[in-house]
């Protein structure tokens, strides 16, 4: 996994590049088996501050793009705390990886179930065309 982070109108210290890299390597479990499967997995993360004169309200935007074989994953979010906005974008790509994942499993068993009907002479529509 190859993780690029950016800072914008703020400068980066060692803390929040730890953080920051705790909060990926935690999605890394469901990012895992794709990696496995010999799939490059990137990972691009943007913190930033909108504006140098404000001091309160949502001054802190988190970007993450999280690109998975020509699959794109895309959280943001504006928080008053940078940990807060960081933790914000990791829980929606959580989300949005996890619903892609159950997505593709509830196709194949979809799939499998309608073949294994044909096989056993359940039904008569083809599955590999759609037609009876």
Sequence with gaps: MQINLQGKNIELTQAIKDYISKRVTNLEKLLLKIEQGHGKVRVNFEVSKSTNHHKSGE?????CLIKIDGKE???SADKEDLYAAVDAVKDSLYNEINKNKDRSQ???KR???SVKK??????????????Y
């Design 59 to 63: 001054i802190f935007h988190a970007d």
């Design 73 to 75: 994953f895309y959280g």
């Design 106 to 108: 509830t196709l194949f």
């Design 111 to 113: 799939g499998a179930s």
């Design 118 to 131: 044909m096989l056993k002479g359940l039904s008569k529509r083809n599955p590999f065309t759609s037609k």
